[in-house]
């Protein structure tokens, strides 16, 4: 019973900071497709007095990424119905150039401000048209669901850290005698902390694989039986084979932090 | 080891903080003698006994053993020697976890010989303690004289140049007492191994010749 208790009270915090580390992969692919989604759905609109390029325009902002010309006919057709060709044509000639411009990344909407500022101090540039308001908006909520649980999953991990730290103390202790007693005997570290890292390392690859269960689980079962529309588009999303090697390295350097202090501090307070 | 001396003192000076145990000591010890040292209790006889095997640093003066100087010697080499020395303690130190037959051969398991090599060792030395149906046991099933036997077999196990034991008897009754007396003037008189107690009393029978040290006053002293 003391056996089975002494490896939960080290599974279920290390569980829990393998849980958030992977509800933070999840959450960062998940946004990520959003975020590609807010990028590809906003853009400025331009009026210039020359034609420009891609390259003149990231001359201007590295972070432009795409532009692209609105053709004028059409434009020009609309203006000049039930006027003459002639005419027509010369408000053709008469009109700007139009462009759209997509940006590389998810701006926040003092970069695009900036970006728009730069952009009209350009001599050919005549005016500059943002969308500001509905994309602050959405920006401003994204950026505090983000920050909320980034900061959740942080101090989740703190206070599971902790308690990784405190099952090391009773570790220290049921070790510490036999730790000191084969130091007397001249052994080297690896060897006198052998049992502690053999320990320490089978904990924690079951907490990486009940932790990957768990959300195989939510990716194959869980999120199909569910009925719940978003789970079911983000259910590529949920987990990934590659994050299994994520959770094992993090784990497995946990431990080896972990039994290193408790080995030092055996060594310091035996002498 | 020059002329075979396997301890060397001189000017030594062993403090806890800044109180001094001992000072300005100078004894030295040859290969193959069996030394006791005694001494009140809170003397400093354990102190140099620790820094016989690095437990503690000489704060001044010269300390060295096995030809190594105990005041400079780093991890790697301290850890080097004490896998040549024997050492027994008054509470025993035994891995409780462990069976009697792998505790006895922790400094074998510490130098890497083979499981084979271990197996023959522990049921050699555990016939020498005369524990031999006590293999597969576990220390805490034992007596403290029968654990102490396995403390000197581990002792033992090695054959140390420098075996050293801090009040092997202290708690044991006279029978448990003589039985290791007698293993560790076996251990010096036919093995030929240095051995170093430290003891509040001095056995009334001891069968081979031995030197005396007398700690008084922070200073160690030879009794004629």
Redesign the interface.
């Known amino acids: 019973m003391k056996f089975i208790k002494d490896h939960l009270t080290f599974i279920f915090p290390m569980m829990a900071i393998l849980l958030g580390i992977e509800f933070f992969l999840v959450f960062d692919r998940t946004t990520s497709s959003y975020e590609e989604g807010l990028r590809e759905g906003y853009s400025m609109f331009i009026v210039a007095d020359k034609e420009l390029n891609l390259a003149e325009f990231q001359k201007l902002n590295p972070h432009i990424s795409k532009s692209t010309p609105v053709t004028k006919d059409e434009l020009a057709q609309e203006i000049s119905q039930g006027i003459s060709k002639s005419s027509s044509e010369k408000i053709l000639q008469a009109l700007p150039y139009f462009y759209n411009i997509k940006f590389d990344t998810y701006l926040h909407t003092s970069v695009l401000d900036s970006i728009k500022t730069s952009l009209e101090t350009d001599e050919r540039i005549k005016k500059v048209e943002t969308f500001g308001n509905s994309y602050s908006a959405s920006y401003t909520l994204f950026s505090f669901i983000k920050f909320a649980l980034k900061a959740f999953v942080i101090f989740m991990s703190l206070v599971s850290l902790f308690l990784v730290v405190k099952q090391m103390e009773v570790w220290n202790y049921a070790h510490r005698e036999r730790m000191q007693v084969m130091e007397i005997f001249g052994a080297p570290l690896m060897l006198r902390s052998g049992v502690l890292f053999k320990v320490a390392t089978i904990d924690a690859v079951i907490s990486t694989i009940l932790t990957t269960t768990i959300f195989v689980m939510l990716k194959h079962k869980w999120a199909e039986e569910s009925h719940l529309e978003i789970l079911k588009q983000m259910q590529d999303l949920l987990f990934r084979p590659f994050d299994f090697f994520i959770l094992l390295m993090t784990s497995l350097m946990i431990v080896i932090v972990s039994v290193y202090i408790v080995v030092f501090s055996t060594r310091e307070s035996s002498q | 080891m020059a002329n075979n001396i396997v301890i060397n003192a001189s000017h030594l000076t062993l403090s806890y903080g800044d109180t001094e145990i001992i000072k300005d000591a100078a004894f030295s010890v040859k290969q193959g003698e069996f030394v006791f040292i005694t001494g009140p209790s809170g003397s400093g006889k354990s102190t140099l006994l620790k820094s016989l095997?690095g437990?503690i640093k000489p704060t001044a003066g010269k300390l060295v053993v096995g030809g190594l100087d105990m005041r400079t010697i780093n991890s790697n080499k301290?850890?080097?020697?004490?896998?040549h020395?024997g050492?027994v303690f008054q509470d025993y130190?035994?891995?409780n976890?462990w069976t009697v037959a792998k505790n006895v051969v922790?400094?074998l398991?510490?130098a890497g010989y083979s499981m084979d090599v271990q197996e023959t060792q522990a049921k050699r030395l555990l016939k020498h303690v005369k524990l031999s149906d006590k293999y597969g046991a576990y220390p805490l099933e034992l007596s403290g004289g029968e654990q102490q036997r396995v403390g000197v077999a581990r002792a033992m196990s090695k054959n140390p140049f420098l075996m050293l034991a801090d009040e092997p008897t202290g708690n044991l009754d006279e029978y448990s007492s003589n039985v290791i007396w007698d293993l560790m003037e076996n251990a010096c008189g036919q093995l030929k191994t240095t051995v170093l107690v430290v003891t509040h009393r001095i056995p009334s029978v001891f069968s081979i010749p031995y030197r005396h040290f007398i700690i008084e006053n922070k200073g160690v002293y030879e009794v004629h």
Not at chain 2, 78 to 83: D, S
């Open positions: 095997y437990q301290l850890q080097e020697l004490r896998t020395l050492i130190k035994l891995i976890e922790l400094p398991i510490i």
